[in-house]
Protein backbone atom coordinates (compact mmCIF):
# COMPACT_ATOMS: atom_id res chain seq x y z
CA UNK A 1 0.00 0.00 0.00
CA UNK A 2 1.44 3.40 -0.78
CA UNK A 3 0.47 5.66 1.95
CA UNK A 4 0.59 9.73 0.49
CA UNK A 5 -0.72 12.43 1.54
CA UNK A 6 -4.22 12.08 0.00
CA UNK A 7 -4.43 8.78 1.09
CA UNK A 8 -4.04 10.72 4.78
CA UNK A 9 -6.50 13.33 4.43
CA UNK A 10 -9.03 10.01 3.53
CA UNK A 11 -7.89 8.12 6.81
CA UNK A 12 -7.93 11.69 8.47
CA UNK A 13 -11.57 12.21 7.40
CA UNK A 14 -12.84 8.37 8.77
CA UNK A 15 -11.28 9.54 11.94
CA UNK A 16 -13.14 12.84 11.76
CA UNK A 17 -10.18 14.43 12.14
CA UNK A 18 -8.80 17.34 9.34
CA UNK A 19 -4.96 17.27 8.33
CA UNK A 20 -3.02 20.49 6.83
CA UNK A 21 -1.38 19.27 3.76
CA UNK A 22 1.93 19.83 5.83
CA UNK A 23 0.91 17.44 8.29
CA UNK A 24 -0.43 14.93 6.07
CA UNK A 25 2.78 14.85 4.18
CA UNK A 26 4.80 14.55 7.35
CA UNK A 27 2.57 11.54 8.33
CA UNK A 28 2.40 9.93 5.38
CA UNK A 29 6.12 9.39 5.73
CA UNK A 30 6.01 8.32 9.29
CA UNK A 31 2.42 6.13 8.68
CA UNK A 32 4.70 4.32 5.60
CA UNK A 33 7.74 3.45 8.67
CA UNK A 34 4.87 2.56 11.08
CA UNK A 35 3.11 0.39 8.94
CA UNK A 36 5.99 -0.79 7.26
CA UNK A 37 6.90 -1.93 10.63
CA UNK A 38 3.99 -4.23 11.44
CA UNK A 39 3.90 -5.31 8.12
CA UNK A 40 7.00 -7.89 9.95
CA UNK A 41 4.76 -9.66 11.27
CA UNK A 42 3.26 -11.85 7.90
CA UNK A 43 6.24 -13.26 8.40
CA UNK A 44 4.78 -14.93 10.57
CA UNK A 45 2.67 -18.02 10.13
CA UNK A 46 -0.75 -17.42 11.68
CA UNK A 47 -2.85 -20.35 9.69
CA UNK A 48 -4.90 -22.32 12.42
CA UNK A 49 -4.30 -19.74 15.09
CA UNK A 50 -7.25 -18.59 17.04
CA UNK A 51 -7.30 -14.62 17.70
CA UNK A 52 -6.72 -13.08 21.29
CA UNK A 53 -8.93 -10.49 21.48
CA UNK A 54 -9.00 -9.99 25.56
CA UNK A 55 -7.23 -11.63 28.57
CA UNK A 56 -10.10 -11.53 30.48
CA UNK A 57 -12.28 -15.10 31.04
CA UNK A 58 -15.15 -13.29 31.65
CA UNK A 59 -17.27 -13.40 28.69
CA UNK A 60 -21.02 -11.47 28.64
CA UNK A 61 -21.70 -10.89 32.28
CA UNK A 62 -25.20 -10.25 32.80
CA UNK A 63 -27.03 -8.71 35.41
CA UNK A 64 -30.83 -8.08 36.17
CA UNK A 65 -31.80 -4.72 33.73
CA UNK A 66 -32.77 -2.81 36.98
CA UNK A 67 -33.13 0.85 36.85
CA UNK A 68 -30.33 2.60 38.92
CA UNK A 69 -29.58 5.94 39.49
CA UNK A 70 -26.09 6.53 39.51
CA UNK A 71 -25.21 10.18 38.72
CA UNK A 72 -27.23 13.69 38.76
CA UNK A 73 -28.67 14.89 35.29
CA UNK A 74 -26.84 18.28 36.70
CA UNK A 75 -23.22 16.97 37.60
CA UNK A 76 -23.38 15.43 33.80
CA UNK A 77 -24.87 18.75 32.10
CA UNK A 78 -22.10 20.76 34.19
CA UNK A 79 -19.18 19.34 32.14
CA UNK A 80 -20.48 20.12 28.64
CA UNK A 81 -19.41 22.76 26.36
CA UNK A 82 -23.35 23.62 25.51
CA UNK A 83 -26.25 22.23 27.04
CA UNK A 84 -30.01 23.61 28.00
CA UNK A 85 -30.13 22.30 31.51
CA UNK A 86 -32.07 19.34 30.14
CA UNK A 87 -30.08 18.06 27.21
CA UNK A 88 -26.46 19.03 24.90
CA UNK A 89 -27.23 21.29 22.68
CA UNK A 90 -25.06 20.83 19.39
CA UNK A 91 -24.37 22.43 16.16
CA UNK A 92 -27.20 22.16 13.35
CA UNK A 93 -27.37 18.22 12.01
CA UNK A 94 -29.29 18.63 8.87
CA UNK B 1 14.11 2.30 48.06
CA UNK B 2 16.68 5.29 49.27
CA UNK B 3 18.56 5.24 52.54
CA UNK B 4 16.70 7.82 55.13
CA UNK B 5 13.71 8.43 53.04
CA UNK B 6 10.34 7.14 55.11
CA UNK B 7 8.05 5.00 53.04
CA UNK B 8 4.67 4.36 53.06
CA UNK B 9 4.90 1.31 55.25
CA UNK B 10 7.49 3.02 58.00
CA UNK B 11 4.89 5.90 58.14
CA UNK B 12 1.93 3.73 58.37
CA UNK B 13 3.40 2.40 61.99
CA UNK B 14 4.53 5.43 63.18
CA UNK B 15 0.94 7.14 62.26
CA UNK B 16 -0.80 3.97 64.04
CA UNK B 17 1.06 4.49 66.96
CA UNK B 18 0.21 8.18 66.73
CA UNK B 19 4.09 8.74 66.81
CA UNK B 20 3.62 11.36 64.40
CA UNK B 21 0.15 13.18 62.91
CA UNK B 22 -1.35 13.30 59.68
CA UNK B 23 -1.24 16.37 58.96
CA UNK B 24 2.57 16.62 59.49
CA UNK B 25 3.04 13.88 56.83
CA UNK B 26 0.89 16.28 54.77
CA UNK B 27 2.77 18.53 55.75
CA UNK B 28 6.62 16.77 55.18
CA UNK B 29 5.30 16.18 51.15
CA UNK B 30 3.84 19.45 50.70
CA UNK B 31 7.82 20.99 51.16
CA UNK B 32 8.89 18.01 49.16
CA UNK B 33 7.28 19.16 46.67
CA UNK B 34 7.63 23.62 47.25
CA UNK B 35 11.52 21.72 46.86
CA UNK B 36 11.30 19.81 43.86
CA UNK B 37 8.52 20.92 41.74
CA UNK B 38 10.04 23.79 40.17
CA UNK B 39 12.71 21.19 38.79
CA UNK B 40 11.01 17.87 37.72
CA UNK B 41 6.91 19.66 37.31
CA UNK B 42 5.35 16.31 38.38
CA UNK B 43 2.28 17.65 39.50
CA UNK B 44 -0.67 18.81 37.12
CA UNK B 45 -3.13 19.29 40.44
CA UNK B 46 -2.31 19.89 43.43
CA UNK B 47 -5.13 19.82 46.15
CA UNK B 48 -2.79 21.54 48.89
CA UNK B 49 -5.80 23.17 51.16
CA UNK B 50 -8.10 20.09 50.85
CA UNK B 51 -5.45 17.82 51.44
CA UNK B 52 -4.40 19.93 54.58
CA UNK B 53 -7.88 20.37 56.46
CA UNK B 54 -8.67 16.64 55.68
CA UNK B 55 -5.75 15.48 57.45
CA UNK B 56 -6.35 17.38 60.46
CA UNK B 57 -9.54 16.31 60.40
CA UNK B 58 -8.38 13.07 60.66
CA UNK B 59 -5.85 13.93 63.40
CA UNK B 60 -8.61 15.16 65.75
CA UNK B 61 -10.67 11.91 65.03
CA UNK B 62 -7.31 9.74 65.74
CA UNK B 63 -6.12 6.58 63.70
CA UNK B 64 -8.16 3.81 62.51
CA UNK B 65 -6.38 0.34 62.39
CA UNK B 66 -9.53 -0.83 60.08
CA UNK B 67 -8.46 1.81 57.48
CA UNK B 68 -4.99 0.45 56.04
CA UNK B 69 -3.55 3.67 54.44
CA UNK B 70 -5.01 6.17 57.11
CA UNK B 71 -3.51 9.41 56.79
CA UNK B 72 -1.36 8.38 53.66
CA UNK B 73 -0.66 11.23 50.81
CA UNK B 74 -0.85 9.67 47.49
CA UNK B 75 -1.37 11.23 43.73
CA UNK B 76 -2.94 10.02 40.85
CA UNK B 77 -1.87 9.75 37.34
CA UNK B 78 -4.57 12.14 35.69
CA UNK B 79 -5.97 9.23 33.59
CA UNK B 80 -8.02 8.49 36.67
CA UNK B 81 -10.83 10.12 37.59
CA UNK B 82 -11.34 11.71 40.76
CA UNK B 83 -14.54 13.18 41.86
CA UNK B 84 -14.25 17.14 41.97
CA UNK B 85 -10.60 17.54 40.52
CA UNK B 86 -9.84 18.15 37.41
CA UNK B 87 -8.90 14.81 34.95
CA UNK B 88 -7.23 16.38 32.62
CA UNK B 89 -5.23 13.21 30.94
CA UNK B 90 -2.65 15.51 29.80
CA UNK B 91 -5.00 16.79 27.13
CA UNK B 92 -5.96 19.99 25.68
CA UNK B 93 -9.45 18.22 25.13
CA UNK B 94 -9.88 17.40 28.71
CA UNK B 95 -8.16 20.40 30.29
CA UNK B 96 -11.38 21.92 32.07
CA UNK B 97 -13.05 18.56 32.64
CA UNK B 98 -14.60 17.76 36.29
CA UNK B 99 -15.17 14.20 36.99
CA UNK B 100 -18.42 13.64 38.79
CA UNK B 101 -17.74 10.40 40.55
CA UNK B 102 -14.61 8.93 41.35
CA UNK B 103 -12.75 6.03 39.98
CA UNK B 104 -13.47 2.69 41.95
CA UNK B 105 -9.79 2.16 43.08
CA UNK B 106 -9.66 5.84 44.03
CA UNK B 107 -12.94 5.77 45.82
CA UNK B 108 -11.09 2.11 47.82
CA UNK B 109 -8.02 4.30 48.48
CA UNK B 110 -10.29 7.13 50.35
CA UNK B 111 -12.26 4.42 51.71
CA UNK B 112 -8.66 3.24 52.96
CA UNK B 113 -7.65 6.88 54.58
CA UNK B 114 -5.52 7.92 51.56
CA UNK B 115 -5.10 11.44 51.31
CA UNK B 116 -5.30 12.01 47.06
CA UNK B 117 -2.69 14.68 47.40
CA UNK B 118 -3.08 15.66 43.78
CA UNK B 119 -2.86 14.45 40.04
CA UNK B 120 0.90 13.95 38.05
CA UNK B 121 1.26 14.61 34.44
CA UNK B 122 1.40 12.10 31.55
CA UNK B 123 2.02 11.17 28.07
CA UNK B 124 -1.66 12.90 26.52
CA UNK B 125 -3.69 9.72 27.16
CA UNK B 126 -1.13 7.53 27.79
CA UNK B 127 0.33 7.44 24.54
CA UNK B 128 4.08 7.51 24.63
CA UNK B 129 6.90 6.55 26.57
CA UNK B 130 8.34 9.82 27.69
CA UNK B 131 5.45 11.94 29.30
CA UNK B 132 6.98 14.27 26.23
CA UNK B 133 3.29 14.10 24.76
CA UNK B 134 1.46 15.60 27.53
CA UNK B 135 -0.30 18.47 26.30
CA UNK B 136 0.21 20.50 29.41
CA UNK B 137 4.02 20.70 30.91
CA UNK B 138 7.18 18.62 30.00
CA UNK B 139 8.09 16.68 33.58
CA UNK B 140 11.92 16.13 34.10
CA UNK B 141 14.08 13.36 35.93
CA UNK B 142 14.80 14.10 38.69
CA UNK B 143 18.14 12.35 38.32
CA UNK B 144 18.55 14.71 35.52
CA UNK B 145 16.75 17.30 34.37
CA UNK B 146 17.86 17.25 31.25
CA UNK B 147 16.48 13.22 30.80
CA UNK B 148 12.82 12.18 30.58
CA UNK B 149 11.14 10.54 33.36
CA UNK B 150 9.86 7.81 30.86
CA UNK B 151 5.95 7.29 30.56
CA UNK B 152 3.43 7.19 30.75
CA UNK B 153 3.05 7.26 33.78
CA UNK B 154 5.97 10.03 34.25
CA UNK B 155 4.86 12.21 36.65
CA UNK B 156 4.06 9.85 38.87
CA UNK B 157 7.44 8.39 38.55
CA UNK B 158 9.14 11.42 38.69
CA UNK B 159 6.45 12.42 41.63
CA UNK B 160 7.80 9.26 43.89
CA UNK B 161 11.52 9.67 42.99
CA UNK B 162 10.96 13.06 44.54
CA UNK B 163 9.06 11.29 47.53
CA UNK B 164 6.29 13.93 46.75
CA UNK B 165 4.46 11.61 48.10
CA UNK B 166 4.12 7.92 50.09
CA UNK B 167 2.71 6.46 46.98
CA UNK B 168 1.25 6.91 43.50
CA UNK B 169 -1.15 5.33 40.99
CA UNK B 170 0.18 4.69 37.11
CA UNK B 171 -1.28 2.68 34.72
CA UNK B 172 0.39 0.47 31.80
CA UNK B 173 -0.98 -0.13 28.83
CA UNK B 174 2.46 -1.06 27.40
CA UNK B 175 4.91 -0.48 29.74
CA UNK B 176 3.73 2.90 31.16
CA UNK B 177 4.32 1.96 34.92
CA UNK B 178 7.28 -0.07 34.65
CA UNK B 179 9.35 2.22 32.51
CA UNK B 180 8.99 5.19 33.71
CA UNK B 181 9.83 3.30 37.36
CA UNK B 182 13.09 2.21 35.66
CA UNK B 183 14.08 5.66 34.60
CA UNK B 184 13.24 6.95 38.08
CA UNK B 185 14.69 4.36 40.48
CA UNK B 186 11.61 3.65 41.80
CA UNK B 187 9.31 0.57 42.26
CA UNK B 188 6.18 -0.05 39.60
CA UNK B 189 3.79 -2.76 39.42
CA UNK B 190 1.93 -4.03 36.59
CA UNK B 191 -1.10 -6.48 37.96
CA UNK B 192 -2.50 -9.30 36.15
CA UNK B 193 -5.64 -7.73 33.88
CA UNK B 194 -8.80 -7.66 35.91
CA UNK B 195 -6.95 -7.76 39.10
CA UNK B 196 -7.82 -3.69 39.57
CA UNK B 197 -10.69 -2.11 38.15
CA UNK B 198 -10.87 -0.22 35.21
CA UNK B 199 -13.92 1.76 35.91
CA UNK B 200 -13.37 5.60 36.02
CA UNK B 201 -9.47 4.46 34.14
CA UNK B 202 -9.83 7.00 30.77
CA UNK B 203 -9.73 4.29 28.31
CA UNK B 204 -6.46 3.94 26.05
CA UNK B 205 -6.37 0.22 25.40
CA UNK B 206 -9.19 -1.39 26.99
CA UNK B 207 -7.61 -5.02 26.74
CA UNK B 208 -4.44 -3.98 27.76
CA UNK B 209 -5.18 -1.15 29.97
CA UNK B 210 -4.58 -1.73 34.44
CA UNK B 211 -3.64 0.88 37.19
CA UNK B 212 -1.23 -0.27 39.29
CA UNK B 213 1.10 0.97 42.29
CA UNK B 214 4.28 2.79 41.74
CA UNK B 215 5.92 3.53 45.20
CA UNK B 216 9.62 3.75 47.31
CA UNK B 217 9.38 0.01 48.29
CA UNK B 218 8.10 -3.50 47.61
CA UNK B 219 6.37 -3.40 50.51
CA UNK B 220 4.82 -0.30 49.67
CA UNK B 221 3.25 -1.55 46.64
CA UNK B 222 1.72 -4.75 48.57
CA UNK B 223 -0.16 -2.77 51.01
CA UNK B 224 -1.86 -0.21 48.09
CA UNK B 225 -2.52 -2.99 45.92
CA UNK B 226 -4.07 -5.37 48.92
CA UNK B 227 -6.55 -1.55 48.81
CA UNK B 228 -7.26 -1.66 45.14
CA UNK B 229 -7.63 -5.52 44.15
CA UNK B 230 -10.43 -7.26 43.85
CA UNK B 231 -14.02 -7.53 41.99
CA UNK B 232 -15.82 -4.23 40.76
CA UNK B 233 -19.46 -4.90 39.27
CA UNK B 234 -18.76 -1.72 37.33
CA UNK B 235 -16.30 -2.99 34.95
CA UNK B 236 -16.73 -6.79 33.55
CA UNK B 237 -13.30 -7.82 32.47
CA UNK B 238 -12.18 -7.27 36.94
CA UNK B 239 -11.83 -10.69 38.17
CA UNK B 240 -13.43 -12.56 40.88
CA UNK B 241 -9.92 -14.17 42.01
CA UNK B 242 -9.84 -13.95 45.76
CA UNK B 243 -7.69 -11.01 46.89
CA UNK B 244 -4.81 -12.34 49.17
CA UNK B 245 -2.92 -10.50 51.90
CA UNK B 246 0.05 -9.16 49.72
CA UNK B 247 1.65 -7.69 52.67
CA UNK B 248 1.79 -10.57 54.69
CA UNK B 249 2.68 -12.89 52.39
CA UNK B 250 6.02 -10.98 51.75
CA UNK B 251 6.84 -12.26 55.90
CA UNK B 252 6.19 -15.77 54.36
CA UNK B 253 9.04 -15.91 52.38
CA UNK B 254 12.52 -15.06 53.51
CA UNK B 255 14.57 -16.40 50.34
CA UNK B 256 14.16 -17.54 46.81
CA UNK B 257 14.87 -20.62 47.74
CA UNK B 258 13.44 -23.61 45.47
CA UNK B 259 12.14 -20.95 42.82
CA UNK B 260 12.98 -21.20 39.56
CA UNK B 261 13.33 -17.97 37.46
CA UNK B 262 13.14 -18.22 34.14
CA UNK B 263 15.58 -15.72 31.77
CA UNK B 264 14.26 -15.16 28.21
CA UNK B 265 16.87 -15.60 25.64
CA UNK B 266 15.33 -13.74 23.03
CA UNK B 267 14.93 -10.61 25.76
CA UNK B 268 18.74 -10.79 27.87
CA UNK B 269 20.12 -11.15 23.86
CA UNK B 270 18.78 -8.29 22.66
CA UNK B 271 20.84 -5.07 21.89
CA UNK B 272 20.69 -3.48 25.27
CA UNK B 273 23.33 -0.65 26.75
CA UNK B 274 26.24 -2.02 28.94
CA UNK B 275 25.26 -0.34 32.03
CA UNK B 276 21.92 -1.91 31.92
CA UNK B 277 23.00 -5.71 31.23
CA UNK B 278 26.16 -5.06 34.03
CA UNK B 279 23.12 -3.18 36.73
CA UNK B 280 20.66 -6.42 35.12
CA UNK B 281 23.43 -9.10 35.29
CA UNK B 282 24.53 -7.96 38.93
CA UNK B 283 20.78 -8.64 40.16
CA UNK B 284 20.48 -11.87 39.10
CA UNK B 285 23.61 -12.16 40.67
CA UNK B 286 21.93 -11.36 43.96
CA UNK B 287 19.44 -13.50 42.71
CA UNK B 288 21.12 -16.99 42.88
CA UNK B 289 22.64 -15.57 46.29
CA UNK B 290 19.33 -15.67 47.50
CA UNK B 291 18.79 -19.47 46.51
CA UNK B 292 16.87 -19.60 43.18
CA UNK B 293 17.79 -21.47 40.06
CA UNK B 294 18.17 -19.21 36.76
CA UNK B 295 17.53 -20.73 33.87
CA UNK B 296 17.52 -19.91 30.37
CA UNK B 297 14.20 -19.81 28.86
CA UNK B 298 12.18 -19.27 25.33
CA UNK B 299 9.76 -17.01 24.58
CA UNK B 300 10.15 -17.38 20.82
CA UNK B 301 7.26 -14.68 19.26
CA UNK B 302 9.28 -11.33 21.59
CA UNK B 303 10.15 -9.91 18.04
CA UNK B 304 6.60 -9.51 17.05
CA UNK B 305 5.51 -7.83 19.90
CA UNK B 306 6.10 -4.61 19.88
CA UNK B 307 3.86 -4.36 16.38
CA UNK B 308 1.13 -6.93 17.46
CA UNK B 309 1.01 -4.22 20.62
CA UNK B 310 1.06 -1.39 18.44
CA UNK B 311 -1.56 -2.77 16.40
CA UNK B 312 -3.92 -3.81 18.68
CA UNK B 313 -3.40 -0.69 21.12
CA UNK B 314 -3.88 1.89 18.47
CA UNK B 315 -7.45 -0.24 16.72
CA UNK B 316 -8.69 0.15 20.15
CA UNK B 317 -7.40 3.68 20.98
CA UNK B 318 -9.08 4.53 17.85
CA UNK B 319 -12.36 3.43 18.85
CA UNK B 320 -12.10 4.58 22.46
CA UNK B 321 -11.23 8.12 21.94
CA UNK B 322 -14.10 8.47 19.20
CA UNK B 323 -16.11 9.87 22.70
CA UNK B 324 -13.95 12.61 22.28
CA UNK B 325 -16.28 14.87 19.98
CA UNK B 326 -17.19 18.12 21.88
CA UNK B 327 -20.61 17.33 23.04
CA UNK B 328 -20.58 16.01 26.52
CA UNK B 329 -17.53 17.11 27.63
CA UNK B 330 -14.42 18.58 27.21
CA UNK B 331 -13.30 21.71 24.69
CA UNK B 332 -15.59 22.11 21.55
CA UNK B 333 -14.83 24.53 18.46
CA UNK B 334 -17.08 27.03 18.95
CA UNK B 335 -16.71 28.22 14.71
CA UNK B 336 -18.10 25.30 13.13
CA UNK B 337 -21.48 26.12 11.76
CA UNK B 338 -22.91 21.99 11.44
CA UNK B 339 -22.29 19.00 13.53
CA UNK B 340 -19.60 17.01 11.20
CA UNK B 341 -17.42 20.20 10.96
CA UNK B 342 -17.43 20.44 14.97
CA UNK B 343 -16.40 17.06 15.51
CA UNK B 344 -13.24 17.20 12.84
CA UNK B 345 -12.59 21.01 14.14
CA UNK B 346 -12.84 20.24 17.48
CA UNK B 347 -11.03 16.85 17.68
CA UNK B 348 -8.03 18.37 15.43
CA UNK B 349 -7.63 21.77 17.38
CA UNK B 350 -7.59 19.95 20.96
CA UNK B 351 -5.91 16.44 20.31
CA UNK B 352 -1.95 16.24 19.73
CA UNK B 353 -0.05 15.07 16.94
CA UNK B 354 0.78 11.66 18.86
CA UNK B 355 -2.74 10.85 19.71
CA UNK B 356 -4.27 12.02 16.13
CA UNK B 357 -1.14 9.64 14.42
CA UNK B 358 -2.55 7.08 16.56
CA UNK B 359 -6.05 7.27 16.11
CA UNK B 360 -5.57 7.39 12.23
CA UNK B 361 -3.61 4.67 12.07
CA UNK B 362 -5.88 2.62 14.29
CA UNK B 363 -8.62 3.46 11.61
CA UNK B 364 -6.60 2.01 8.96
CA UNK B 365 -5.85 -1.49 10.98
CA UNK B 366 -9.66 -1.52 11.53
CA UNK B 367 -10.81 -0.41 8.00
CA UNK B 368 -12.27 -2.56 5.49
CA UNK B 369 -10.07 -4.67 3.52
CA UNK B 370 -7.39 -4.19 6.35
CA UNK B 371 -8.86 -5.78 9.36
CA UNK B 372 -8.00 -9.28 8.93
CA UNK B 373 -4.15 -8.13 7.62
CA UNK B 374 -3.60 -6.23 10.82
CA UNK B 375 -5.82 -6.24 13.84
CA UNK B 376 -6.89 -9.97 13.46
CA UNK B 377 -3.03 -10.96 12.51
CA UNK B 378 -2.14 -8.96 15.64
CA UNK B 379 -4.83 -10.98 17.55
CA UNK B 380 -2.98 -14.11 16.11
CA UNK B 381 0.04 -12.79 17.48
CA UNK B 382 -1.35 -12.48 20.58
CA UNK B 383 -2.13 -16.30 21.06
CA UNK B 384 1.54 -17.24 20.06
CA UNK B 385 2.90 -14.67 22.56
CA UNK B 386 0.09 -15.51 25.34
CA UNK B 387 1.42 -19.62 24.64
CA UNK B 388 4.73 -18.33 24.83
CA UNK B 389 4.36 -17.39 28.51
CA UNK B 390 2.26 -20.13 29.00
CA UNK B 391 4.96 -22.38 28.12
CA UNK B 392 7.82 -20.58 30.05
CA UNK B 393 5.35 -21.15 33.38
CA UNK B 394 5.10 -24.75 33.71
CA UNK B 395 9.07 -24.93 33.89
CA UNK B 396 9.72 -21.79 35.64
CA UNK B 397 8.22 -19.79 38.59
CA UNK B 398 8.63 -16.14 37.43
CA UNK B 399 10.67 -14.75 34.52
CA UNK B 400 12.77 -12.09 35.17
CA UNK B 401 14.60 -9.45 32.38
CA UNK B 402 15.82 -5.90 32.24
CA UNK B 403 12.85 -3.40 31.71
CA UNK B 404 14.08 -0.70 28.69
CA UNK B 405 17.83 -1.35 26.84
CA UNK B 406 18.91 1.83 28.00
CA UNK B 407 18.60 4.28 30.96
CA UNK B 408 16.42 7.24 30.92
CA UNK B 409 17.15 9.21 27.05
CA UNK B 410 17.38 13.35 26.42
CA UNK B 411 14.31 15.30 26.67
CA UNK B 412 13.87 15.44 22.67
CA UNK B 413 16.27 12.58 21.77
CA UNK B 414 12.77 10.71 20.20
CA UNK B 415 10.08 13.18 19.79
CA UNK B 416 10.50 13.42 15.84
CA UNK B 417 10.79 9.61 14.69
CA UNK B 418 7.93 7.77 16.50
CA UNK B 419 8.57 4.55 15.37
CA UNK B 420 11.91 4.81 17.48
CA UNK B 421 10.16 5.66 20.40
CA UNK B 422 7.71 2.77 20.60
CA UNK B 423 10.66 0.21 20.13
CA UNK B 424 11.98 1.33 23.28
CA UNK B 425 9.13 -0.83 24.51
CA UNK B 426 10.47 -4.04 23.60
CA UNK B 427 10.90 -6.03 27.06
CA UNK B 428 7.55 -4.07 28.10
CA UNK B 429 4.60 -4.53 25.53
CA UNK B 430 4.35 -8.47 25.54
CA UNK B 431 3.14 -8.88 28.82
CA UNK B 432 0.09 -6.80 28.19
CA UNK B 433 -0.86 -8.49 25.00
CA UNK B 434 -0.67 -11.52 27.73
CA UNK B 435 -2.08 -9.65 29.99
CA UNK B 436 -0.21 -11.15 33.21
CA UNK B 437 1.56 -9.35 36.46
CA UNK B 438 4.85 -7.89 36.48
CA UNK B 439 6.99 -5.84 38.69
CA UNK B 440 10.14 -3.14 37.85
CA UNK B 441 12.14 -2.42 40.94
CA UNK B 442 16.03 -0.32 40.65
CA UNK B 443 18.74 -3.06 40.13
CA UNK B 444 21.36 0.04 40.58
CA UNK B 445 22.66 3.09 39.17
CA UNK B 446 24.33 2.55 35.82
CA UNK B 447 28.51 3.12 35.45
CA UNK B 448 28.33 5.25 32.40
CA UNK B 449 25.15 7.70 33.62
CA UNK B 450 24.96 7.67 37.44
CA UNK B 451 20.95 6.99 36.46
CA UNK B 452 18.83 4.17 37.58
CA UNK B 453 18.11 0.79 36.18
CA UNK B 454 15.44 -0.95 36.43
CA UNK B 455 15.08 -4.73 36.52
CA UNK B 456 11.55 -6.82 36.18
CA UNK B 457 9.89 -9.63 37.30
CA UNK B 458 7.33 -11.54 35.50
CA UNK B 459 4.57 -13.84 36.68
CA UNK B 460 1.68 -15.94 36.04
CA UNK B 461 -2.08 -14.38 35.99
CA UNK B 462 -2.93 -13.79 39.55
CA UNK B 463 0.44 -14.60 40.83
CA UNK B 464 1.40 -11.22 42.40
CA UNK B 465 1.58 -13.17 45.78
CA UNK B 466 4.79 -14.95 44.68
CA UNK B 467 5.90 -11.68 42.11
CA UNK B 468 6.24 -9.50 45.18
CA UNK B 469 7.76 -12.10 47.30
CA UNK B 470 10.57 -12.00 45.19
CA UNK B 471 10.88 -8.87 44.14
CA UNK B 472 11.08 -7.95 48.59
CA UNK B 473 13.95 -10.24 48.64
CA UNK B 474 15.57 -9.10 45.91
CA UNK B 475 15.07 -5.72 46.58
CA UNK B 476 16.94 -6.25 49.72
CA UNK B 477 19.80 -8.08 48.89
CA UNK B 478 20.35 -4.92 46.45
CA UNK B 479 22.38 -1.63 47.67
CA UNK B 480 20.03 1.35 48.27
CA UNK B 481 19.60 3.93 45.41
CA UNK B 482 20.96 7.39 46.86
CA UNK B 483 18.80 9.85 47.13
CA UNK B 484 18.56 11.92 43.41
CA UNK B 485 21.51 14.21 43.12
CA UNK B 486 19.65 16.93 40.70
CA UNK B 487 17.36 17.44 43.60
CA UNK B 488 19.68 18.37 46.11
CA UNK B 489 21.06 21.36 43.70
Known amino acids: MNIDKEYVSRIAALARLETSWEQAEKFAGQFRDIIGYMDTLNRVDTSGVEPFYSPSENISVLREDEIRKTS??????????????????VPRII | MYKDVRTLCSTRQLLQKKEIKASDVVQKCLENIRKTEPGIKAMLCLREEEAMKQAREMDRQGPDQDRPLWGIPMTIKDVICTRDTPTTCGSRILENFVPGYDATLVQRLKQAGAIILGKTNMDEFAMGSSTENSALQTTSNPWDLSRVPGGSS???AASMAAAQALGSIGTDTGGSIRQPASFCGVVGMKPTYGRVSR???VAFGSSLDQAGPMTLSVQDSAAILNVISGHDPLDSTSSNAPVPDYLSALEKRKDLRGLRIGLPRQYWEEKMSPEVE?????????IRESGAETVPTDLPHTEHGVAAYYIIAMAEASSNLARFDGVRYGYRDQEALELMDMYRRTRSRALGEEVQRRIMIGTYVLSAGYYDAYFKKAAQIRRLIHQDFMLAFKECD???SPVVPFTAFSLGENVDDPLQMYLTDIFTTSLNLAGLPGISIPAGTGNETGLPVGIQFMGPAFGEELLLQAANILEQSLPALPFPAALNQ
Do not use: T, V
Not at chain 1, 72 to 89: K, M, Q, T, V
Not at chain 2, 278 to 286: I, N, P, Q, S, V
Open chain 1, 72 to 89: ERSEILANAPHHDGEYFI
Open chain 2, 199 to 201: YGL
Open chain 2, 398 to 400: LLC
Open chain 2, 154 to 156: GGS
Open chain 2, 278 to 286: AACKKALEA
